[in-house]
């Protein structure tokens, strides 16, 4: 086995240049991890956060530091020998960083119960955008929210990664789903099963939603004090769900305040329920939507997209050929 592989390094916070590509350190697989081989990766927004220098960057005890939660690849040393995931067998999942090295690289090491079969009607490309994503997105509507029929759910940022599958996930069990979003990703979001689309670039979200149960807020007060606005719109005792680290501060007090519930979401690279979403990616019951891709020695380009805001799905980062 090679004793260095390629990645994307960051040796200090900063913008999106502070990343740059070089060798580091082959992974080591110990105990019940695999070693995987990765194909591809996506950028999510708590990759960029880290790399400014917020996030999770202050768990990062040595440099250079690789990023990257989202993996799709291929199985180079599964836990042991009988494990019925063998080598060869094209995986996907998610792993914490920074207490893992991270997917934007050659090859990772990761927990066992974070590693799921790729479905096998999506390409590497599509699958690397779906972990983290579709697991926050399971847990806030699925989990915390208890999405059902009759449920009236107000998701924010429909149209980025987590959005779009919050309202899809949100939509087949059964919930009526009101997102905001620009105007010109209204028909997609229906056509993903938004009963309403509010486009927020014309129309005050609060001014036309009313008696919401529960809002998914993938926004907070970064952008036109969006979080604070939502109170409004939301019935007596419902549900505000905020997830971007850091996007709300008054968050717990200002949702008491208004008689409602409130909670942040952390997601957990759990392996049984992305077998769950597998199926449904699958079936077609729920699609991933990849907007760009990148090389690895672009990652900059692939971060100052995410941040540029308007993304209709996942960027996706390519490592590999696969």
Do not use: C
Not at 135 to 147: F, I, Q, S
């Amino acid at each position: 086995m090679p004793k260095t592989m390629r990645a994307a390094l960051l040796d200090e916070a900063g913008g999106p240049d502070t990343l740059r590509i070089g060798d580091t350190a082959y992974p080591d697989k110990v105990n019940s991890e695999f070693l995987v081989k990765v194909v591809a990766s996506s950028v999510n927004p708590i990759d960029a956060k880290t790399r400014a220098g917020r996030g999770v960057y202050d768990a990062i005890h040595s440099f250079p530091a690789v990023l990257g939660h989202d993996f799709s690849g291929v199985v180079v040393e599964s836990p042991y020998s009988a494990h019925p995931i063998r080598p060869g067998d094209e995986v996907f999942g998610m792993v914490m960083v920074p207490r893992y090295g991270g997917s934007y690289a050659e090859y990772l090491s990761v927990p066992s119960l974070s590693v799921v079969r790729k479905p096998a009607t999506l390409s590497h490309i599509e699958a690397a955008a779906a972990p983290l994503a579709a697991l926050t997105a399971w847990g806030m509507v699925v989990e915390v929210a208890k999405a059902h029929e009759g449920q009236r759910m107000l998701i924010h940022a429909g149209s980025g990664g987590v959005g779009h599958f919050a309202v899809q996930f949100a939509s087949y069990f059964g919930a009526h789903v009101i997102a905001t979003a620009s105007g010109s990703k209204a028909s997609w979001l229906r056509s993903l099963g938004a009963a309403e689309v509010v486009d927020y670039t014309t129309t005050r979200f609060e001014e036309v939603v009313h008696d919401a149960d529960v809002v998914i807020d993938l926004v907070g007060n970064v952008h036109d004090d969006t979080g604070t606005r939502s109170l409004s719109v939301v019935r007596p005792g419902g549900l505000i769900i905020n997830v971007p680290t850091g996007s709300w501060p008054t968050f717990t007090e200002d949702v008491a305040g208004a008689g409602l519930r409130g909670t942040h979401y952390k997601v957990a690279p759990d392996g049984n329920t992305l077998a769950v979403i597998a199926r449904l990616l699958e079936a077609g019951n729920v699609r991933v939507h990849v907007d760009q891709i990148f090389p690895l020695e672009r990652i900059a380009e692939a971060h100052e997209a995410i941040e540029a805001g308007h993304t209709r799905g996942k960027v996706v980062v390519k490592i590999a050929e696969g």
